[in-house]
């Protein structure tokens, strides 16, 4: 675990807003039709005209500035060709680095229309499970208050919570001690001091929270085909509370 100074915590503040404004134009972009690789380049384009670095690309070979995951794909799809169709539930997963820190990023939207009550449950109960855990990102509580947090009020809702995919501390590296649970028991733990900064990333599944590699070989997906959702921020832990960086 390396703690951040206040000053590092500012500069990592200033990357998490561009951060955000990219993920912001992304996201505008998102429509029937389009591919995930198109993304993919307004991606790369969107980080050279703000002047800062992927996080992602070249990350143990990782190919792409983006992670675009869709329906059962849970984190760490491959941007590529496909085409995203009405209804289609989207994942999109990026960090950069600004001034040698890193913050990461991530949301989940519907592309298009879409009736289905379930895809529009799964990303609010997602969304909310993720404040849930940011609300307990504060001096004294555990790592595992957090997980508690986000575990507790996903299955009060009739969701589950992925096991084997954590968040983790974030800084000068893309992955940092400590890893950050979704799950866990009240006061379990490690300690959570001012300084510290996590990214925080529920993710969660409408059944089984078994998984299995993708076949690009970087992503993720549910085993029993269950749709999945996903949200990150980056989160300073001050002595006032949770900061939140990337918004």
């Not at 986000?150 to 919570?161: I, L, M, R, T």
Request: negative net charge; proline residues 4%.
């Amino acid at each position: 675990m390396i703690l951040k100074s206040k000053k590092e915590i500012e500069i990592m503040k200033e990357g998490g807003v561009i951060l955000a404004e990219i993920l912001k134009k992304i996201s505008a972009a998102v429509r029937p039709g389009i591919a995930t690789h198109d993304l993919e380049e307004l991606a790369r384009e969107l980080i050279l005209s703000y002047k800062v670095k992927s996080s992602f690309l070249g990350y143990d070979d990782y190919p792409a500035v983006l992670c675009t995951s869709v329906n059962d794909e849970i984190v760490h799809a491959l941007p590529s060709e496909r085409m995203l169709t009405d209804g289609d539930l989207l994942k999109i997963d990026t960090g950069i680095i600004y001034k040698n820190f890193h913050t990461d990023t991530a949301t989940t939207l519907i592309v298009g229309e879409e009736a289905n009550q379930e895809k529009k449950d799964l990303i609010i109960v997602t969304r909310q499970s993720l404040e849930k855990g940011i609300s307990k990102a504060r001096p004294g509580n555990t790592l595992g208050d957090i997980g508690f947090a986000v575990q507790s009020f996903v299955e009060s809702k009739g969701f589950n919570v992925v096991r084997d995919l954590v968040g983790h501390g974030i800084g000068r590296d893309l992955h940092e001690a400590p890893q950050v649970p979704n799950y866990g028991e009240a006061g379990k733990g490690e300690k959570l001091l001012p300084g510290m900064v996590i990214a925080i990333e529920p993710m969660v599944v409408t059944g089984s929270w078994k998984i299995k590699n993708s076949p690009d070989g970087y992503g993720f997906m549910t085993k029993d085909a269950g749709l999945a959702a996903h949200f990150e921020h980056t989160v300073a832990i001050t002595e006032n509370g949770p900061l939140i960086l990337t918004s």
